[in-house]
């Protein structure tokens, strides 16, 4: 699954005023997605990493690259999110001019509107209005499971977004 995927889910997400058309859209990405996608799509949609802190702020992300000019350039969720986890792990002497080049190489490939969805969810500024009551909604009709055994695993797990 691609990043411009999420994003313009995210971004129509943003713009739709009901609450039944944001669970819609996002059960739709979520049965588009691949098994081992749709952990990382349910984090990122509820905006949050699955690495929760990665040492990512706005300082980092005031000096990254252009967007990639072409369209087709985008970015693999797959990809985007074991970036992120290196990250979020680099630590030591020279970590943080590791980090700025791992999110550099990362942007630089990003489009525009991957760009803007990276910058919110890394920023905690991802305000779409999928909370974790839309989310679970969303989850159980992608699965085609009533929605409150859905809540009521979230509950026993501890968190929506576990795998």
Known sequence: MRLSDLADTSTAVT???ARTAKI???ADLLRAAGPDEVPIAVHYLSGELPQRQIGVGW???RELPAPAA???SGLELAEVDRILAEVGTTVGTGSQARRRALLAGLFARATAGEQAFLRGLLTGELRQGALDGVMADA???AAQVPA?????AAMLGGDLRSE
């Open 139 to 141: 989850v159980a009709k």
């Open 15 to 17: 713009e739709a005023s």
């Open 148 to 152: 409150a055994e859905v809540r009521r």
């Open 70 to 72: 072409d369209p087709l």
């Open 59 to 61: 300082a980092t992300l």
């Open 24 to 26: 819609a859209l996002l």
